[in-house]
């Protein structure tokens, strides 16, 4: 289909960006990569009077080690989370979760800014922002303000993000002690989004029980979630098979109501959950062991 007809302005600056957001009010939508926005248009399910596009705005594609964190720009396409030689060695579930989003296309042109704020329920990054406690970083006409990841994600296709800011860096920090991590998917076998996915990251004490753990789940209800209760289960115990499967169980049920489609019925994407975060804990306590 065509989408409809729109105004294209393509700003040079974050701050031309802001005050193009601030003339057109709601009327205006930004563009990243375009894998989102562009689809939606085309079937006219959004009609934005004015496209934004963010992509002539230098020093915003970046991967960067700073005060120990990994600064990630918000137009870092997914072939640059994939491919990059610091988060394979410092956050492997960046690249691992990034290498399993769509095809070669969608990560050659797709921006992790983008999906965080499109925030499609079957997207994979979210859940990653999640299990690293990552921190988003916006700007608008009233400066600069951070929102953690658990207060970013507010609803289906819904974030905190206000209509007049813009996401310029997401802030990840590294897991104290013996970390590993791990990312495991149900993809839709045509589009690739996940009906399920599971973002692990663990961290062991010296004696070997479970120092921190933080579990992120999408694809399985409207927006993604942390399992709160299964990481509070599993926190300074042992990781025996028996300890991650009863996490796992916990992790099953922080889904409220989980969605239902042609996809997949609310049992079994529940049941997803949990063989997959059984599955994600595993290998993440395998690889903070060494």
């Known amino acids: 289909m065509i989408p409809a007809s729109f105004e294209y302005e393509a700003p040079t600056t974050l701050d031309e960006a802001i005050r193009l957001l601030q003339q057109h009010g709601e009327n205006a939508k ?5 894998h989102s926005l562009i689809p939606l248009m085309k079937l006219r399910l959004a009609q934005p009077g004015v496209l934004i596009d963010l992509g002539r705005i230098p020093g915003l594609a970046y991967i960067q080690e700073r005060d120990g964190s990994i600064a990630i ?3 870092s396409t997914h072939f640059m989370l994939e491919t990059s030689d610091l988060l394979k060695r410092e956050l492997p579930l960046v690249a691992e979760a990034a290498a399993a989003i769509g095809d070669v296309q969608v990560r050659n042109r797709g921006t992790i800014g983008g999906s965080l704020v499109h925030a499609d329920p079957g997207a994979d990054l979210p859940a990653v922002v999640l299990a690293l406690g990552g921190t ?18 507010v609803g289906m296709l819904t974030t905190a993000v206000e209509p007049d800011e813009v996401l310029t860096e997401i802030r990840l920090p590294k897991l104290a002690g013996r970390a590993g991590y791990a990312y495991q998917k149900a993809p839709n076998p045509a589009s690739g989004y996940a009906m399920v996915g599971i973002a692990a990251a663990v961290s062991l004490a010296t004696d070997g029980t479970v120092q921190d753990v933080r579990i992120g789940i999408t694809g399985a209800g409207p927006q993604p979630v942390r399992a709160r209760a299964a990481e509070d289960a599993l926190r300074g115990r042992q990781p025996t098979p028996e300890t991650l499967a009863a996490a796992a169980e916990q992790a099953a049920q ?11 019925s609310a049992d079994y994407r529940r049941a997803l959950v949990r063989v997959h975060t059984r599955r994600a804990l595993e290998r993440a306590v395998q690889a903070a062991r060494g």
């Open 136 to 153: 988003l970083v916006l700007r608008g006409p009233r400066g600069e303000r951070t929102v953690s990841a658990d207060e970013f994600f």
């Open 30 to 34: 930004l563009l990243a990569g375009g």
């Open 73 to 75: 720009g918000a137009l």
């Open 254 to 264: 922080a889904i409220e109501e989980p969605m239902e489609d042609i996809h997949a």
